[in-house]
């Protein structure tokens, strides 16, 4: 058997064993080819998931009925909690008024003998019309559309706004 002796090697320099550049090997390309493969059968499995879950919100609809204009006594000002609107009925007609404050959304409470919203959170007061009068809250009330259906029944929409003076007259 033949003995090299390295040692006597002029050209012979160990850190060029240490510093060549590495260089693609099976394995290597190997593992790229698994990782790339299961990449892709990642986005696929995600791209059928999302497929097959439908994209249905499931909050109530904004658009609701709300009783008859005489199941409100006038001049009351009565919540329906479930949907977070008072509804106000007045001499001129009615209006729903969305039951958040405008400030942070905390939700106010109508204060019968002093008639008036005060919410809790940081103090914020607005008339029964709406119109914020103290407090950090910048605007009033949001209004929400009212609308008489043809079975006589209030119709709500929490989704379409309207002006501080808009009055469904009944
Ligand atoms: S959330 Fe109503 S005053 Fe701040």
Redesign the pocket.
């Known amino acids: 058997m033949a003995h090299v002796d390295l040692s006597s090697d002029e050209n012979y320099e160990p850190e060029t064993l240490l510093t060549h550049p590495p260089t693609a090997t099976r394995r290597g390309l190997f593992w790229s080819a698994w990782l790339l493969f299961w990449g892709l059968v990642s986005m696929w499995a995600f791209a059928t998931v999302r497929f097959l879950v439908p994209r249905v919100s499931y909050e109530p609809s904004s658009i609701f009925k709300a009783g008859r204009p005489e199941d409100y006594p006038m001049g009351a000002v009565t919540l329906i909690s479930s949907r977070k609107v008072w509804i106000v009925r007045e001499k001129e007609g009615i209006y729903a008024l969305i039951a958040e404050?405008t400030?942070?959304?905390?939700q106010?409470r109508w204060l019968e003998e002093q008639q008036i919203f005060k919410?809790a959170?940081?103090?914020?007061q607005f008339y029964k019309n709406g119109v914020n009068f103290a407090?950090?809250?910048p605007r009033p009330l949001d209004r929400a559309h009212i609308s008489m259906g043809n079975d006589g029944r209030l119709i709500v929409d929490k989704g379409k706004k309207v002006g501080i003076d808009f009055i469904l007259q009944v």
């Open positions: 404050c400030h942070l959304s905390c106010p919410c959170c940081h103090g914020g407090g950090p809250p």
